[in-house]
T-cell receptor, first 111, second 118 residues
């Protein structure tokens, strides 16, 4: 399976933008880039996904490098509720394979 | 609120006990998953059910026995567990295919059942 590399932890201040990087140099042409986050004492939740183009939704934006070997999850204005572990996951479009989680980035948001 | 419901939220059991974890979803999803998560570690995939049939077993010990009685329910039967099996057990569901309005293949997770084996 193609792997991802993320920083172990990052810190941000409330109401400032946060850029969470992910390296995936062995990504294949059919791998989608998915982001999930896990808030304390909760199950993971879907954040965003993309293939080649940058993507925006109500939670975040996803910027994908032109060579697709890296991507960045952007939280435009961090809130205390965004403190979580963020997982960058590569996924082939075969839903029955499930998700394989890497170590993720623990985001701390300071008031 | 999550649309995947797991019960019980907490379970304490001895090594000789038999217990079950339950998971329920009413989103019409046809794929369901069990994950195990140790403290400060990422979730690890255990089993995948597709259309009520076991499609993936990630070499999980036989003391864990999954069951999918219908498309809305997923059970995990526990027997003769070890203290190192203490963990958060997460259930998730997703559409069985990428067709239709939701193309993300998004997994919806429950809040988990926290298991302690004494």
């Amino acid at each position: 399976d193609a792997k991802t590399t993320q920083p172990n932890s990052m810190e941000s201040n409330e109401e400032e933008p946060v850029h969470l990087p992910c390296n995936h140099s062995t990504i294949s042409g059919t791998d989608y880039i998915h982001w999930y986050r896990q808030l304390p004492s909760q199950g993971p939740e879907y954040v965003i996904h993309g293939l080649t183009s940058n993507v925006n939704n109500r939670m975040a934006s996803l910027a994908i490098a032109e060579d697709r070997k890296s991507s960045t999850l952007i939280l435009h204005r961090a809130t205390l509720r965004d403190a979580a572990v963020y997982y960058c996951i590569l996924r082939v479009p075969l839903p029955l394979l499930g998700l394989v989680f890497g170590k993720g980035t623990k985001l701390t948001v300071n008031p | 609120d999550t649309e995947v419901t797991q019960t019980p939220k907490h379970l304490v059991m001895g090594m000789t006990n038999k217990k079950s974890l339950k998971c329920e979803q009413h989103m019409g999803h046809r794929a369901m998953y069990w994950y195990k998560q140790k403290a400060k570690k990422p979730p690890e995939l255990m089993f995948v059910y597709s259309y009520e049939k076991l499609s993936i077993n990630e070499s999980v010990p036989s003391r864990f026995s999954p069951e999918c009685p219908n498309s809305s329910l997923l059970n995990l039967h526990l027997h003769a567990l070890q203290p190192e099996d203490s963990a958060l057990y997460l259930c998730a569901s997703s559409q069985g295919n990428f067709r239709g309005r939701n193309h993300t293949g998004e997994l919806f997770f429950g809040e988990g059942s926290r298991l302690t084996v004494l």
